[in-house]
């Protein structure tokens, strides 16, 4: 099966600031069930008009949004900006600083007080991981739409998919899972191998110097544990996170989903529901870490005893 590594791009038209809370609660649950079948891809990208207005970045909105938007925010623009936050996601107008006339995306003659509306409510969203390839966001307003609402472009440097992959290869490692030597049985094999390793070593009697007997007795050491303990790949630049778990996952999994539901319908249930997952996460997260320093101190302690009381030697038999 070909891996998903394409650009998702979801066009959207979102409930009008007047619409029925019902139909807002239905519109954002289905473009978050949306956003769930394709995450996976390269990069998600949602366009269109979501009749809201998301104003200037705050404490509320986080990094969603940036210093370039207007200076109102609606109800509409709230229940985006939530949606973003939930999703990682951040909205590309807000992020580059233009005149006004190039922001401004929908613009309505009223005679209604002598004014026209002025408004954002035309959005280009994207990854927040995707930040540095977005270049530039601005309304082009020479194209000829027939509409209230202005042009609005996005300049995105994606790179090829075929470099991203071959990038993420480059980056993986293989390694010994040395971590198995910790298991009697396997610990007794590979003891076993390297007596036989090294008692052919004792009778080779072309090794003269000693660099060659450290570089056959390095050799020998690697290669034996690569058989008995077998490889396994990590990726050079990710970090590698040891407390992480399935059940660290699952929960994390269901926090989003209460949150998604709290979205939905705002209610005290929903958001204490939501309130309640999040704190047993954050537990989870505390007494992982937790866990995992304690093993790492006994680990510690154990080796220091192994090697006091003659767990090194091995190795010092094999240097004889």
């Known amino acids: ?38 995450r996976g891809r390269l990069i998600i990208i949602i366009i269109g008009d979501l009749n809201g207005r998301v104003g200037k970045a705050d404490e509320e909105s986080g990094e969603t949004i940036g210093a370039h938007g207007e200076t109102i925010r609606n109800n509409n623009g709230k229940r985006l900006i939530d949606f973003c936050l939930m999703n990682n996601l951040i909205i590309t107008n807000t992020f580059f600083q233009h005149k006004e006339i190039h922001k401004i995306t929908r613009e309505v003659t009223r005679e209604v007080a002598n004014r026209g509306e002025r408004s954002i409510i035309d959005y280009v969203i994207i990854g927040k991981d995707f930040r540095k390839e977005v270049q530039d966001t601005r309304v082009r307003r020479g194209a000829k739409l027939f509409t209230d609402h202005y042009l609005v472009m996005t300049k995105v440097k994606i790179k090829n998919c075929r470099d991203a992959e071959q990038k993420k290869k480059q980056s993986e490692k ?7 030597l910790r298991q009697k049985e ?135």
């Not at 293989?174 to 198995?180: A, C, H, N, R």
């Not at 709290?262 to 954050?282: G, P």
């Open 1 to 38: 099966m070909e891996k998903q590594n394409k650009t998702t791009i979801i066009v959207v038209c979102g409930p009008s600031e007047d619409e029925r809370t019902e139909t807002k609660d239905e519109f954002w649950k289905k473009l978050a069930e949306t956003i769930e079948e394709v």
């Open 174 to 180: 293989e390694v010994i899972q040395t971590y198995k």
């Open 186 to 320: 396997c610990t007794e094999r590979y003891r076993e191998k390297i007596e036989i390793e090294m008692a052919k070593i004792k009778e080779n009697t072309n090794i003269n110097t000693l660099e060659e007997q450290w570089k056959i007795f390095k050799e020998t050491i690697i290669e034996t544990a690569r058989i008995t303990c077998g490889l396994t790949k990590i990726n050079k630049g990710k970090k590698q996170t040891r407390w992480w778990s399935e059940e660290i996952k699952a929960e994390i999994k269901t926090k989003k989903n209460k949150w998604i539901k709290y979205l939905s319908k705002r209610n005290n249930e929903n958001y204490n529901a939501y309130k309640t997952q999040r704190i047993k996460v954050k537990e989870l997260f505390k007494k992982a870490k937790q866990n995992t320093w304690e093993e790492f101190g006994e680990k510690m302690e154990q080796d220091s005893k192994a090697s006091k009381e003659g767990g090194m030697q091995l190795c010092i038999w094999s240097m004889k």
